[in-house]
Nanobody, 115 residues
Framework: QVQLVESGGGLVQPGGSLRLSCAAPRISFSFYDMGWYRQAPGKQRELVAAIMRGGTTNYADSVKGRYTISRDNTKNTVYLQMSDLKPEDTAVYYC?????????WGQGTQVTVSS
């Protein structure tokens, strides 16, 4: 069974930083496009950042300049470095792996930005 395991969430003050990690040990990771989504209470899940298998990245306008997505194919891991966090960044963050007809999700990690 494919498993994506997220880590790194937590409580941080406004202006702080966090780094999320998502490990995907059971897939041919280098072939997958990887993404981070988030879902705040009462809102739809939204794409935050994505990194294609070739390395191309894209970001939601709300996080451009503050978030950086990266991947390490030798560790089957994708990262999301988040800085200058704002209360509106509070959400459950989900990792996603996509390749052709395969689409996998992690269990989510909570990020709370509050003073």
């Amino acid at each position: 069974q494919v498993q994506l395991v997220e880590s790194g969430g937590g409580l941080v003050q406004p202006g702080g930083s966090l780094r999320l990690s998502c490990a995907a040990p059971r897939i041919s990771f280098s072939f997958y496009d990887m993404g981070w989504y988030r879902q705040a209470p009462g809102k739809q899940r939204e794409l935050v950042a994505a990194i294609m298998r070739g390395g191309t990245t894209n970001y939601a306008d709300s996080v451009k300049g503050r978030y950086t997505i990266s991947r390490d194919n030798t560790k089957n891991t994708v990262y999301l470095q988040m800085s200058d966090l704002k209360p509106e960044d509070t959400a459950v963050y989900y990792c996603n792996a996509r390749f052709v007809n395969s689409n996998y999700w992690g269990q989510g990690t909570q990020v709370t930005v509050s003073s």
